[in-house]
């Protein structure tokens, strides 16, 4: 009897031997840190998929110490989005668990080409110097550009600007036709708005005038307050006069128009005279806006 439990204590001795040093970070002569392979403990993986991870996992690059680091291994798409299959590592001395993270997908030029926020909650606690596999789902919307490439893309997380600075956008049309201190004076009304908020996007009446045919030409700056690139399609409007009667309403069709994430850009709606409802409106002072529906 005694035999068996000598035994079992050995065998229960080398157990934590063997589990300490899974978890023991392993420094090279540089001081770079190599982690350990951890798998959530709710997913299901044959040993054809650990091993297949494990190979991964083999070929990341050394992390210095105290680092927290994600590298994409696998892109999938499917009709309404993508997934990317990740690795993220913890060289910190303590484990850590993740709340919101906010990721881009970058192309191999390091522009984004998409960007989302997740919630890591699911992922758990990471242990220290460890290494674990992650799928991040991206749906389309999430898209910064038509088409994700299927090699040269990397995935990293966005270091957010506490504040960043709101810019003006031109098109290329724009950047033609104005003079250099037109651009001076856009630049200086963008910068002297107040700020907007956080997701907000608005719309702006810089100039409305009559033209020689009768036409209502309305400059309109359009105020992206989004971290995201937003396309606009089909704009309706609504113009208002000084005495608060609607001029003219009327819907716009744009193509490939773009307003950078934190941009105003200026443009110009052209409502044509049948679409004008009031003789002589005074436009000493007006405001547009689109529908509220």
Known sequence: MAFFKRKRKEENLEKEKIDRNLHLEEKTEDGLVKTTLSFHPDWELTNQEKYVYQYKH????????????????RLIEYNDGFVVVAFLRNTLPKAVRFEAVNLLLLDENGNAIAKKQFELDGLGELPSMACRPWRFL??????????????G??????????????????????????????????????TSLPALKQGEINFMGI??????EQNLAVTVLIRNGTDKNIQLEQIPLIV?????????????????????????????????????LKDNPDLSRWKVYPPSN
């Open 58 to 73: 083999e070929q990341l690059p050394l992390l210095k110490p105290n680092q927290i680091s994600i590298t994409g291994i």
């Open 207 to 212: 100039e409305a005038k009559m033209t020689d």
């Open 138 to 151: 991206f749906s389309n919307e999430d898209k910064l550009t038509d088409t994700i490439p299927a090699e």
């Open 240 to 276: 208002e006069d000084a005495a608060g009667d609607v001029v003219s309403k009327g819907g716009f069709t744009l193509n490939d128009f773009e307003v950078k994430a934190n941009t105003s850009k200026p443009w110009t709606f052209i409502f044509p005279k049948e679409l004008i």
């Open 153 to 190: 893309w990397q995935i990293a997380f966005e270091l957010k600007q506490s504040n960043p600075k709101h810019q003006l956008d031109l098109a290329e049309s724009w950047e033609q036709q104005l003079s250099p201190l037109q651009k001076e004076q856009l630049e200086k009304l963008v």
